[in-house]
């Protein structure tokens, strides 16, 4: 530990969840520092997606502990996680296909002018303003920002949701196969995104099954096998086939002996 | 990837893929369309103009603003993806309360002459009126935000249990012989006026508040409303509050002009106000629409109606064509989304 001088953002330790007599997530221990992007791998089934409803606060967790900057959390909702600072793409969860760029982008914390009774003025030249800062920042073309996002590609629409997310988190952004529905050109413009979350420092957890674009992208792998976490390899120190024998199950133990455990 | 910032400002490259025509537009064009349809018609058939005869005009306005304030609010509860049956009824539940409660004392049979309730502020019988249709709304609401059943059978239970009170709340027997002050709301133009200020209201909580945000919001996608923070039960609850209220108003309106109020006021009110909002554009899958539609939609609808009494045609036919209106706006509907579908998965 004392080679590491960024502090933790994110810590689970023994984190468990069953549905009934299924056991989804088995004591995952995790942990997540300041500026570092992470993967989370594993089989359809391997409890990667329960995982992050722990965290994010859609689910409750059955036992065990998350840690969140600091302190020990205890998120009733997505929208406690969110307060604090955790924000997450979902695939097609978060947007509102009749509004345009800037409505979506600022939908649930709209910029208001003034209030008369119970109706707040929206700034709209404001949100206007500040989406096209946010899109600007993370290099996301859009040519009409007063277009509706439904009349948008799959790639315009995952880029405002992830710029979304972008802008808004403070301290950790969560990307659920942000790019599974996408093509060549838009996954790039979405990596591109997270490349330059991670110039900024921003920490990410990012689900994905595409082992060549985790490898790129990330620091570390976190594999997940049927509710356990398999083990934790470092990006630039692996390569897909220990990953992949990671996730069927043919190696295992590497997170246990590490070394720099 | 590191020269794609500088195309933001540039309005150039969205000249390829431009924003469509306000769909208000086409509705416009539509009414305008089948505007000199009846004008030519009124010239064979007839042999006047259908357009240019002010008393006409002003009936046909008089006629539908009434079921205008309803659509107001129907159309609200439609763009959050939900339907309100109950208005109609709403409409007979008010009028036949609020005018209980406006009679002069001079008329001998008032509901509540005994208990000295006649030429009563007209204050009263409008906050009690108004009050009857929050309260029907906020029903509405609370059992479809918090109960989860489906729109149409929560407004449906609304719909039957307020005619039912309007019945039962003076045996069937009409209530007439409002104070002056009450009939007002109810003379000359004043229900266009009404009209005109609640939509004015409306127009501008859609399209430049919170309230409208996130109405649209809730009927586009509701869990990501509820994922952004959006209190969507709250919020529905209130749409479906302010589409009562304006029911109510509509009640007291129609009664007020009539000078009575009968149990079976109001009847179909729903479905003309629901046609008025399909008509002007508002999607029934939630998420589209707009007053201005609405109220385009609302003057199409009463067009048609006043051109059929024009061309004297048998009011059977009027009321089955009617019915094929409010189907061809359904299905117009639901090509436009289709089409909107086949763009998006491009």
Same mark, same amino acid.
């Given at each position: 530990?004392?080679?590491?001088?960024?502090?933790?953002?994110? *810590?689970? %330790? =023994?984190?468990?969840?069953?549905?009934?007599?299924?056991?989804?997530?088995?004591? @995952?221990?995790?942990?997540?520092?300041?500026?570092?992007?992470?993967? !989370?791998?594993?089989?359809?089934?391997?409890? *990667?997606?329960?995982?992050?409803?722990? !965290?994010?606060?859609?689910?409750?967790?059955?036992?065990?502990?998350?840690?969140?900057?600091?302190?020990?959390?205890?998120?009733?909702?997505?929208?406690? @996680?969110?307060?604090?600072?955790?924000?997450?793409?979902?695939?097609?969860?978060?947007?509102?296909?009749? #509004?345009?760029?800037?409505?979506?982008?600022?939908?649930?914390?709209?910029?208001?002018?003034?209030?008369?009774?119970?109706?707040?003025?929206?700034?709209?030249?404001?949100?206007?303003?500040?989406?096209?800062?946010?899109?600007?920042?993370?290099?996301? *073309?859009?040519?009409?920002?007063?277009?509706? !996002? =439904?009349?948008?590609?799959?790639?315009?629409?995952?880029?405002?949701?992830?710029?979304?997310?972008?802008?808004?988190?403070?301290?950790?952004?969560?990307?659920?196969?942000?790019?599974?529905?996408?093509? !060549?050109?838009?996954?790039?413009?979405?990596?591109?995104?997270?490349?330059?979350?991670?110039?900024?420092?921003?920490?990410?957890?990012?689900?994905?099954?595409? #082992?060549?674009?985790?490898?790129? #992208?990330?620091?570390?792998?976190?594999?997940?096998?049927?509710?356990?976490?398999?083990?934790?390899? %470092?990006?630039?120190?692996?390569?897909?086939? %220990?990953?992949?024998?990671?996730?069927? =199950?043919? *190696?295992?133990?590497?997170?246990?002996?590490?070394?720099?455990? | 990837?590191?020269?794609?910032?500088?195309?933001?400002?540039?309005?150039?490259?969205?000249?390829?893929?431009?924003?469509?025509?306000?769909?208000?537009?086409?509705?416009? +064009?539509? &009414?305008?369309?089948?505007?000199?349809?009846?004008?030519?018609?009124?010239?064979?058939?007839?042999?006047?103009?259908?357009?240019?005869?002010?008393?006409? +005009?002003?009936?046909?306005?008089?006629?539908?603003?009434?079921?205008?304030?309803?659509?107001?609010?129907?159309?609200?509860?439609?763009?959050?993806?939900?339907?309100?049956?109950?208005?109609?009824?709403?409409?007979?539940?008010?009028?036949?309360?609020?005018?209980?409660?406006?009679?002069?004392?001079?008329?001998?049979?008032?509901?509540?002459?005994?208990?000295?309730?006649?030429?009563?502020?007209?204050?009263?019988? $409008?906050?009690?009126? $108004?009050?009857?249709?929050?309260?029907?709304?906020?029903?509405?609401?609370? +059992?479809?935000?918090?109960?989860?059943?489906?729109?149409?059978?929560?407004?449906?239970?609304?719909?039957?249990?307020?005619?039912?009170?309007?019945?039962?709340?003076?045996?069937?027997?009409?209530?007439?012989?409002?104070?002056?002050?009450?009939?007002?709301?109810?003379?000359?133009?004043?229900?266009?006026?009404?009209?005109?200020?609640?939509?004015?209201?409306?127009?501008?909580?859609?399209?430049?508040?919170?309230?409208?945000?996130?109405?649209?919001?809730?009927?586009?996608?509701?869990?990501?409303?509820?994922?952004?923070?959006?209190?969507?039960?709250?919020?529905?609850? &209130?749409?479906?509050?302010?589409?009562?209220?304006?029911?109510? $108003?509509?009640?007291?309106?129609?009664?007020?002009?009539?000078?009575?109020?009968?149990?079976?006021?109001?009847?179909?009110?729903?479905?003309?106000?629901?046609?008025?909002?399909? /008509?002007?554009?508002?999607? $029934?899958?939630?998420?589209?629409?707009?007053?201005?539609?609405?109220?385009?939609?609302?003057?199409?609808?009463?067009?048609?109606?006043?051109?059929?009494?024009? +061309?004297?045609?048998?009011?059977?036919?009027?009321?089955?064509?009617?019915?094929?209106?409010?189907? /061809?706006?359904?299905?117009?509907?639901?090509?436009?989304?289709?089409?909107?579908?086949?763009?998006?998965?491009?």
């Amino acid at each position: 530990m004392a080679e590491r001088p960024a502090k933790t953002i994110l *810590k689970t %330790e =023994g984190l468990t969840k069953h549905y009934g007599g299924v056991r989804a997530l088995e004591r @995952a221990d995790f942990e997540l520092h300041d500026g570092e992007h992470v993967a !989370i791998v594993g089989d359809n089934g391997a409890g *990667k997606s329960t995982f992050v409803r722990q !965290i994010t606060g859609v689910e409750q967790p059955t036992s065990g502990k998350i840690f969140f900057d600091g302190k020990q959390v205890e998120f009733k909702g997505p929208l406690e @996680a969110r307060a604090a600072g955790i924000e997450a793409v979902y695939q097609n969860l978060a947007l509102a296909d009749d #509004l345009d760029v800037p409505s979506n982008i600022f939908l649930g914390r709209e910029e208001v002018y003034f209030n008369i009774g119970p109706f707040s003025f929206l700034n709209t030249r404001k949100m206007m303003d500040k989406s096209r800062a946010v899109l600007e920042r993370t290099g996301v *073309k859009i040519p009409d920002l007063r277009n509706t !996002i =439904g009349n948008m590609s799959g790639g315009q629409r995952q880029c405002v949701a992830v710029s979304r997310a972008a802008s808004f988190a403070s301290k950790l952004i969560i990307m659920d196969e942000p790019t599974a529905a996408l093509g !060549i050109q838009e996954t790039a413009q979405v990596e591109n995104i997270i490349r330059n979350l991670k110039a900024r420092g921003v920490p990410l957890i990012l689900i994905s099954h595409n #082992l060549r674009q985790v490898l790129n #992208l990330v620091d570390k792998i976190w594999v997940f096998r049927r509710g356990q976490i398999a083990g934790m390899v %470092e990006a630039d120190k692996t390569d897909g086939n %220990e990953v992949v024998s990671l996730i069927t =199950g043919v *190696k295992s133990g590497v997170h246990e002996s590490a070394s720099y455990i | 990837m590191g020269d794609q910032v500088t195309q933001v400002n540039g309005a150039t490259i969205a000249a390829g893929k431009t924003r469509r025509r306000p769909q208000e537009v086409n509705i416009l +064009l539509g &009414l305008v369309g089948i505007a000199l349809i009846f004008e030519v018609l009124g010239w064979i058939f007839q042999g006047q103009s259908f357009l240019f005869n002010t008393q006409r +005009l002003s009936i046909m306005v008089l006629q539908v603003s009434v079921v205008g304030i309803i659509a107001i609010g129907v159309t609200q509860v439609i763009i959050t993806g939900g339907i309100d049956l109950s208005s109609g009824s709403i409409v007979g539940a008010t009028a036949m309360i609020a005018m209980s409660l406006a009679q002069v004392g001079t008329y001998p049979r008032a509901v509540f002459i005994e208990q000295g309730w006649v030429d009563l502020p007209v204050v009263i019988p $409008l906050a009690t009126g $108004l009050t009857v249709g929050l309260i029907a709304g906020l029903i509405n609401g609370s +059992l479809i935000a918090y109960t989860k059943i489906p729109p149409f059978i929560a407004t449906l239970g609304m719909m039957v249990t307020a005619r039912g009170l309007a019945k039962w709340y003076t045996k069937g027997m009409p209530v007439s012989f409002p104070t002056d002050e009450f009939a007002a709301i109810g003379k000359g133009m004043m229900p266009v006026f009404i009209f005109l200020v609640i939509s004015l209201i409306f127009y501008v909580a859609l399209k430049y508040t919170k309230y409208g945000r996130h109405t649209y919001a809730i009927g586009s996608n509701e869990e990501a409303a509820r994922v952004s923070g959006i209190n969507v039960e709250r919020h529905i609850v &209130l749409v479906y509050a302010i589409a009562g209220t304006l029911a109510a $108003l509509a009640g007291m309106v129609v009664a007020a002009r009539g000078l009575t109020a009968q149990s079976g006021m109001g009847m179909m009110y729903e479905l003309d106000a629901i046609a008025m909002a399909v /008509i002007g554009g508002t999607s $029934l899958s939630g998420g589209r629409g707009s007053i201005i539609g609405t109220i385009i939609g609302m003057v199409i609808f009463g067009m048609i109606i006043s051109g059929f009494t024009f +061309l004297r045609l048998d009011a059977y036919y009027q009321e089955m064509i009617k019915g094929a209106i409010i189907v /061809i706006a359904v299905v117009a509907d639901v090509y436009r989304q289709r089409i909107r579908t086949r763009a998006a998965e491009r």
